[in-house]
Every structure is written in C-alpha cells, then in structure tokens.
C-alpha cells in the first residue's frame, strides 16, 4: 500500500515539470465568485461539463462567496499560477478597484473565455402609471422623489443604469436597497419598489407571466427573445452613446500561466461555450454569446472597465477616480 | 387526470422511486454532519446529474432536500452540534434527553413529527400553492422588519436564569452577523480593513463553534466519567403521544408551511419561531423547557419539514427561491432546459405534480429510514469520551472549514468554541448568540429598505404599518409577546422567575 | 439556579473584559458612518453594540456586588489541565493545518488528544485516529469535494492516480 503511494507521488512528481504537456494531470478547482443559483453560478455550471469533454479533466466546481465577489478572486489570485484554480467570476470586479473593493481586477488574471452578455432592461410593476421609457421619465419628473427604485448596491447593474439616466435626464427616485437582483424582482412583484432595471434574463419569464411589464431594454437593437419590447435608443436615441453595454459572465485563469495551458483551456471553453445544448439555454435567457478570448477579450474588458468606471465616476457614485488606476476616459 | 397520472411517475417508475430512497437516505447523512449542506449536496448534484433527464435528477435533489432537513436533528441531540441551522432549536430540548439516556426516545418524536410536518408542508403546496404564494408576495419591507423582530423576542424564552445575560448575547448574535462588507452600500462594517473579514463571518462557523466546540470543551471536565447508557425500549412514540402533541404540531407545521414560503426564508427561522411559540402555548409541559420537553423537539420538527413543501410553493407559482437550495433547483431547472417563472405551472403542470409526487415519497422515505437504525446511531454517545471529544473536534473542524472552504472560518469557529465556553459556564446561554446572527441580516436590510422606501420618516413608516392589516397584525403579536412578558422586568433585575 | 448572587471565578474579570470589549465595538461600529442616517450602514451595529454595552455593565455590576462562590477555584472548575491543553492543541492545530496539509496535521491531532485524554494505548490512538480521517476524507474530499489545505500531501496527483487505475473514468 504504502509502496504504491510513494510510486504514486514519484512518477506524478517526475511527470509534472514539463506542466502542459501532461495537463490536466489532477483535478481543477474552479472558484466561482457568486453563490450557488445566482446566474453566474448556473451559467458557468452550464458550460463547465461541455469544456470537461473536450479538455479531458474535471473541473471542480466551488462557490466562494463574499465581499462582492473579491473573496474569491483573491483566492484564485493566491494559488499558484498553474492552470490548476481558475475563476468564474461576472463583470464586478473591473469596478473593484474604484470602488475601493479591492486592490486586484482582471488585469491580473489571463482571460480563458468571456462568455456571454446578458442585456439590461427596465422593468416596472405592472399597475405602474407609465408604460413606455419617455412615459416613466415624464412621471419621475412630475412625482418627484416618490418613485421606487430598486437598486443592488454601487457598482451594480442598477446603479450603472441610473448613473446613464442621470446623465442624460437628471431624476430624483428613490433607491431602495436589495442584496441581489433576485430579491429586488421579488420586492417588484409585491410591490415594495416600482421600478427595476435588471438583467433581461432574470425578468423575461415574469415578464412573460404577467407579473411586471418591460418599459424597454436597454441596448441599441431589439432582442430576439423579447421582440414586443422597444430598445431605448428608438425612443430616446442619446442613450446609444453609452450602448450597447452589460454585465458579463467570464472564465479567468492568474496571470503567469503557461501559455500552452492557457491555449488548452480557450480552446476547451472555446468548444463548450458553443455547444448547441449551451447555445439554447443561453439564448432562451436572453443572454447574448460572445465566446472571446485572448487580445481581443482583454480588448473588450479593457473598454468595459473605462466606459462604466467613468461613467460612474461622472456621475459621483465611485470612491476614488478611475484616473488613479490608470484608468483611461473612454 | 393529468396531474394524476404526474404524480404518479415518481411512485410507479422503479427508477425513480430508487432515486428518490437513494437521496433521501444520503440526505440524512448529509444533514446530520455539521459543515455538509443540502445546499451543497444538491449544487454537487447539478454537475453530477449534467446528462441526466430532469426527472431523475429532481428525484434525487428532492430526497437529499427532505432527508436533509430531517437529518439535521441526529447530531443536535446526540453531540449538541446541530447538524443543520434548521435544527438548531432541537438541540435545546433534545441534546439534555440524550444526556439522560433518551435518545432513542428523542430520534422516535422527531422522526415521526418530521414526518407529519413534511406532509403539511406536501399538502399546502399541493392544494393551496397559488393562496399562499399571493399572500407571501404581500409582505413588504416593514412586515420581514416585523418578522425579525418577534424572532428576536424570542431572546425572552431562550436566556434562562438571567434575562440580561440573555440581551447581550443577542445583540452579540446580531453584531456579528453584521460583520461585513454591507451588501446594501458596500461600506465596510467592522472588518477593520481586513480582506478576510470582508465575506463576514460565516454564521455556520459560529453555530459549530458556539454548540459543538463549547459543549467539548464542557464535557473534558469529566472525560473519565462513564458515558451515559442509553435506553433503547422505546423509540417509536404511541399513538396516544402523537395525538397529545397533534394541536402543537398543526400549529408548527402552519408556521412552518408559512415562513417556508416566504422568498428566502427557510426553514431554520420557521423552527425557531415554531419553539418559542410552544414555549408560550404550553401551560405545563412534563419536563420543563431547555431540560428535554417534548413539546420542544415536536414544535420546530414539525415546523422545519414543513418549511420543505413550503419553500417549493414560491418556487413553482412564481419562479422566486423559497429558501437556499430552492435557488439551486431552480438553477437545475434552468440547466434541464425548463424556464422557472410564473409560466411553468401553466406551461408544464406535469412537473408541478411530480415533485409532488417526488416530496410525497421522500417524506414516506425519510420516516422509514429515521426509524430503523436508531439503536445504532446512539451507540454514539455511549463511546468512551477520550475518543468520540477528539472525533467532535475533528468534525467541527473539517465542517467550518467545508462551509466555504476558508481557514478564516476554521479560527472563528475555534475562537467562538472558547468564547461560549465561558459564556457557559458563567451562565450566558448561547441559543440567543445564534439567533442573533439567523436574524441580524432579515432585521437591518428590511429596517433599512423600510425607512428609506418611507424617505427616512419614522412616523410615515409608522403610519404605514398601522394602516396595512397584515404590517398591523404583526405588530400587535410584537405588542402581545412584549405584553405577556411583563414578569421581564422582575428577571431583568437578576431574579429568577 | 437561584443563586444568582454568588460568582464563580474569573466571572468578574470576564464581566469587566466583556463590558470594555463591548464598549470598543460600539466605537467601532459609530465609525462605519456615525449618526448620518436612520437608514445608515452602521445604524443596526451601533444599536446592537449599545445594547451589548448598557447589558454588559448591568451584568458587571451584579457581578461584582456578588459574593465569591466557596470552594471553587480557577485551575479546577473552570480552566482544569485537559481543557487548557485541548485549547492549546486547537490552537496548534490551526497553526500547522495550511503548512502541513489537513491528513498529516488531523491524524497528529487526534491521535495525540485520544492518548492524552484517555491514555490509551499507541497503538489504539493511531489506529481510531487514522479510521476516522479516512473516512472523513472519503467524505469530504472525494464525494463533496471540499478541498482540503494539502500541505506536504500531493492529494490531487494521489487522486488523480486512483482515478487512473477505474478504466470508467467518470
């Protein structure tokens, strides 16, 4: 017994230097930043089994929840730069550091694959006195500080969406706090708060249920899985400065590894993340597939990280100036 | 006919059946060890179920999800380590039984009562699923605000000798669960600039701390005392038992059933509400509470099983998570290519009926399951103390740190073991530290969505609880429990009741 | 318990240590954001702190208006040799987890606390120890996937290895 393990840790101890060649020769522990059953977690459960197929490995999956995600992008950023942790995190950390999060962002890490984006929208109550996006700024302005709505704390979708209407036509609404998007709908469809701007995901089956009623989403073009809804910039076309944008769900390993094993891993992502079964659930979600890696993800992260860290910037919701970080105004 | 034949599915088809007893059986294994949850059993079972049909794998998420309610309470009685926070309460009535030799008793009552409870919960959800999810989707800001605060009243029941002593370890409870970055504004709140800090302590690191480690610690003062022999004669309660409790149990599974189906609330806060409530209802019980009352293992069991059909109602009407692992089956719905929401019971009424049928089984399951192999399971106890003391500390160990997988949780459930400890043995009671920390976040999130949806104005939010029936309702039980505890002054003052 | 009146001892000294600890948390938790709103981040601390202070002098003052209880004293009622050695132990343990891996560290641990604790024989303590971590292990590691801290244990090439020896894989 005893001879068999030390065999064992021989051989492997021999075979592990030259890394690639011989990866994955264990498991892969993969940290995701959100809890279990929030979108993050679901999505990159998702495609996780696809990747394994191709890459001929496991991929352990962990939630490592907490400080908006920092917990477990530090974890990852902690472990040795092996191709061995890898994160699955969502877009908050690019506004970590303005937002004095934390001192650590994707630049940081190698992206492996950005996967998806999903598609604001602006939600309402269904007996709410409004009905289209001109209709709801004509009422905020009418009403002020009367209207609910519901926000996920600075730096989320919410807060990002308020700032761009801010900066457009100033509103005073009153922010009411949830921990999630999730609960926020909920508190929509009681009737706690009014007005909600979420992820098209998270609200298309209660849109489609009856329980609150889309006053329009926010990107440049219609979306296939919601066609009845105007995109915003039909209505008010100085909103397309700002657009398309949204949150994302990305896979991420720690700067320094190996450059064959990073090209492994894209390439089993790469794969996984276009599999016809992931495909459907994506798009029957409303999220759009990007499937990005390399230059031209750390290309989009990179505008990501400007465009939103100024945004928010201009409209006083940051700790400290994107300036700082080396951030450039987009 | 339809909805029938659905049900049926899970009861006919053999494979499905052997799931739902597989997972039924491991959730029972599941809940009782302290660090393993249902939540993450059944977040296990999403990528282990990947290329599975949805039947299959919903029956075995939905055993491992009733079993591991029910299997919380085993280590709650047997080592004082509640295996999940739903069973928390049982610990305080059935951890003095088995010190006595009574265990197998205790396990007997529970068991059966899950049972019942699971039924209550299985019936709600079946007959009055769209009633009770308009009704939770009713409570507003104030009404949880409201909710939290009877919950912490229940400080009251649970100090012991001295009701001050009782008070400030609540407010400990509640001050620890605040730790954090606060999940409203992102403001630091008691970390103290540390990274470690920011995630907040993990509440189950506490628990395991605060009734396990201190309970160890507890029992070295006399690690050469024989264990106590238990009695193994009686484990199946009599008929004439489980008629006696049957009003307490109606009503527990009804505040089970209830608080299930609020969004997010499970069943931990249902069975804690479910013991104060037979603490206050319960004239004269046999064996007084916190020394082994039945009333004390029959009110949360009953009310945390129920919280299992309770938890699936908001889940299937709306779309919205009834608790933690309700969150994750919708995530595996979602997975399987179905698209949870309001649309579901009308799009696909078939799978509303087989997780009927499914949780039926299950509750069938766990009963069977939870009464062979008690004799077994009580041997535990009756391990010299020299080695099972190590073994619990190893557990608790291994537990915290599976929470998250996080040394930092590893040093707040130690640092919390040596704390009770002392608490303890200078006649501070521990239950309301838990309690504390289970509410903290229900009472400051919903404090502060209410006062800020009412522009920071007292007496508007005021004006809007008295004039909403069911904000005002909840209310006045808060004026009744503060009311029918005017002896509290007296125990205020230092004496005993 | 209805004397209620008599201390044990150390319980003055824990009353005053707490009240001051309380009384520090209270300073801390004003300084998340102070009396800024009703609605604030640090209002619910600020009310539990303050609660645990105005309790903690309540009960420091019973306290120490309380009579010493007779025949008691600290090295044997309440911090006996075990339990000062199973404290330290705990502490050890923490200590060596992330450097030397949670099997090595775990089956000193047991071991070791089995033998002190009960003076079994060597034989015996290594033998329960090594059991249970096993089964433990098999538990966590491999169903749940809790990963362990492995320390000097490759665990993950170990695995791997068994996982190689199934021909079925997954």
Known sequence: MKLTWLAAILTLGALESPAAAQYPNKEIQGIIQWGAGGSTDVVTRAVTPHAEAVLGGKVVMQNVTGGVGAIGLNRVADAPADGYTLLFGAENPLLYKVMGLGTKDYSDFVPINVIARGIPIIVARPDAPFNTFPEMLAHIKANPRSVKFGTTGPGGLPSVITAMINNKAPMQVIAVPYDGDGPALTGLMGGAIDVMPAVLGAAIENIKGGRMKAIAIFDTKVNEALPSVKPVTETNPEFGSFLPWGPFFGIFAKKGTPDDIVAKLTAAYAAGVRHPDFVKLMDARGFTIMNIAGKEAEGFLSKWQSNTAWLLQDAGATKASPATFNIPRP | MQALNAFLIPILDLQLLGLVAIGTFAGIYVGAIPGLSVTMAVSILISFTFKWDIYPALSLMIGIFMGGVYGGSRTAILLNIPGAPAAIATALDGYPMAKRGEAGEAIGIVTVMSFFGGFMGIIALAVAAPLVSEFALKFQPRDYMLLAVIGILLVGSLSGDSLVKGVFAGALGVLIGTVGLDPLTMADRLTFQLPELRGGISFIAVMIGMFGISEALMQLHDVNKAAVKQKISRIVPSWGTVLKYLPLSLQSGSIGVIVGALPGRGGDIAALMAYDHAKRTTKNPEVPFGEGAREGLVAPETANNAAVGGAFIPMLTLGIPGDAVTAIMIGALFIHGLNPGPMLMIEKPDMFWFIVGALTMANCFMLLFGLTGIKVFVKIVEMPRSVLIPLIFLLSIVGAYAVNGSLSDVYWMLAFGVLGYFMKLYGYQLGPVILGVILSRLLDDNWRRAIISDQESLWLLLKGTVTSPLSAVLLLSVLAILLSKTKLWRRWRGQAA | ?170
């Open chain 3, 1 to 170: 318990m209805s004397d209620a009146r008599v201390r044990r001892p150390g319980e003055a000294a824990f009353a005053v240590i707490i009240t001051a600890f309380s009384g520090f948390l209270l300073w801390t938790a004003y300084k998340i954001s102070g009396f800024e709103a009703l609605s604030s981040p640090g209002a619910l601390p600020m009310a539990s702190a303050g609660t645990m202070v105005v309790s903690a002098v309540v009960i420091a003052a019973q306290t120490l208006r309380s009579k010493p209880a007779g025949g008691q004293s600290l090295t044997r009622d309440i911090a006996p040799m075990p339990i000062v050695l199973t404290i330290i132990m705990v502490g050890a343990y923490a200590l060596l987890l992330k450097p030397l891996g949670f099997l090595p560290t775990s089956f000193l641990f047991v071991a070791i606390l089995i033998r002190v604790l009960g003076g079994q024989g060597i034989a015996f303590c290594a033998a329960v120890s090594a059991g249970s971590i096993l089964l433990i292990y098999l538990v966590f590691r491999v169903i749940f996937n809790v990963i362990m801290p492995e320390g000097i244990v490759p665990e993950r090439e170990i695995l791997a290895f068994f996982g190689r020896l199934l021909p079925a894989g997954q």
